[in-house]
Nanobody, 114 residues
């Protein structure tokens, strides 16, 4: 069974940085893609950034230029480096992995204070 464990969420001031980690239970190159999503109360979960099995990265408009998704295959871990954080980035961030099925982590809270 696939397990994804996120970590790295925290309270940070506006303009600060955080790095989120998503540790997978198996080899991450077997997934067609892995991504980061976020969700705030009352809103739908939205994609932030993703990385394909071949290493191609894609970003949402709000993430482009500020966030970087990367991976360490040897550690089966995907990262989301978030810089220049804004209060509107406050959300629960979820890791996602796609094979035949879609898998989610439990989420990690990011809070950006103004």
């Amino acid at each position: 069974q696939v397990q994804l464990v996120e970590s790295g969420g925290d309270l940070v001031q506006s303009g600060g940085s955080l790095r989120l980690s998503c540790a997978a239970s198996g080899s991450i190159v077997t997934y067609s893609s892995m991504g980061w999503y976020r969700q705030t109360p009352g809103k739908q979960r939205e994609v932030v950034a993703s990385i394909t099995g071949g290493g191609t990265t894609v970003y949402s408009g709000s993430a482009k230029g500020r966030f970087t998704v990367s991976r360490d295959i040897s550690k089966n871990t995907v990262y989301l480096q978030m810089n220049s954080l804004k209060p509107e980035d406050t959300a629960v961030y979820y890791c996602n992995a796609r094979q035949i099925d879609t898998y989610w982590g439990q989420g990690t809270q990011v809070t950006v204070s103004s």
